[in-house]
Nanobody, 120 residues
């Protein structure tokens, strides 16, 4: 089992920045990719950014503004999302995701989410 806990959400003005953090614990050795998703009111959950090894993938709407990174050093298993030049439409609950394998099966783990509100 893997547990994911997000932090760093909050209220920010348009053009501002936030850094989200996700701490993974448990069977983290089974995780091969991590990512951030978001869900705005009335909309489906969507991929924001994903990191797999040294490769990253971003939604078109956040390219050039958001950066995903991962820290596996010194018994830490963290993933971050640096969000710059925030827009009103970035308002959403942001979820940390971990993709893992267990017994040959693929597993998806989710955090409970952290709310990001962009408002003037």
């Amino acid at each position: 089992q893997v547990q994911l806990v997000e932090s760093g959400g909050g209220l920010v003005q348009p053009g501002g920045s936030l850094r989200l953090s996700c701490a993974a614990s448990g069977s983290t050795f089974s995780i091969y990719a991590m990512g951030w998703y978001r869900q705005a009111p009335g909309k489906q959950r969507e991929l924001v950014a994903r990191i797999f090894g040294g490769d990253t993938k971003y939604a078109d709407s956040v390219k050039g503004r958001f950066t995903i990174s991962r820290d596996n050093s010194k018994n830490m298993n963290m993933v971050y999302l640096q969000m710059n030049s925030l827009k009103l439409e970035d308002t959403a609950v942001y979820y940390c995701n971990g993709e893992a394998t267990s017994g040959g099966y693929g597993m998806d783990y989710w955090g409970k989410g952290t709310l990001v509100t962009v408002s003037s």
